[in-house]
C-alpha cells in the first residue's frame, strides 16, 4: 500500500516559519523524484518545488529563497522548510512522488498565515 502523509501545517504568523514533512511507505523512495504542491481556494494548485533523489531541488519564482526542500532516502521523508511566510502562502499543502509513469499524491496538510 503506498501512502504519503503530510504533516507540520498550522497557524503562523507573516513573517514566521514553518516545517512540513512528507513521510513515504510502499514505495522504493530514492526512486522517486520529490514534489511539493500547494492549492488555495478558488486557486488552481501550484508547483512549490522538487527534489530530486540526490537532493538537488528546483523552485518557482514565487517561493525561491524562502522555501528549501530537502529529503532523507533512509527515513522515507521529504520536508519543506517554508520562512518569511506571507498570507499568500496560505494554502493547503500536498507532496507527490513520481518515478517514470508512477504517480502518488498525499492527503495534504493546511497552512496559514494570519496575524
Known amino acids: 500500500q503506498v501512502q504519503l502523509v503530510e504533516s507540520g501545517g498550522g497557524l503562523v504568523q507573516p513573517g514566521g516559519s514553518l516545517r512540513l514533512s512528507c513521510a513515504a511507505s510502499?514505495?522504493?523512495?530514492?526512486?522517486?523524484?520529490m514534489s511539493w504542491y500547494r492549492q488555495a481556494p478558488g486557486k488552481q494548485r501550484e508547483w512549490v518545488g522538487t527534489c530530486i533523489s540526490g537532493g538537488i531541488a528546483n523552485y518557482p519564482a514565487s517561493v525561491k529563497g524562502r522555501f528549501t526542500i530537502s529529503r532523507d532516502n533512509a527515513k522515507n521523508t521529504v520536508y519543506l522548510q517554508m520562512s518569511s511566510l506571507k498570507p499568500e502562502d496560505t494554502a493547503a499543502y500536498y507532496c507527490k512522488a513520481v518515478t517514470g509513469d508512477l504517480e502518488y499524491w498525499g492527503q495534504g496538510t493546511q497552512v496559514t498565515v494570519s496575524s
Open positions: 510502499g514505495i522504493t523512495f530514492s526512486m522517486y523524484a
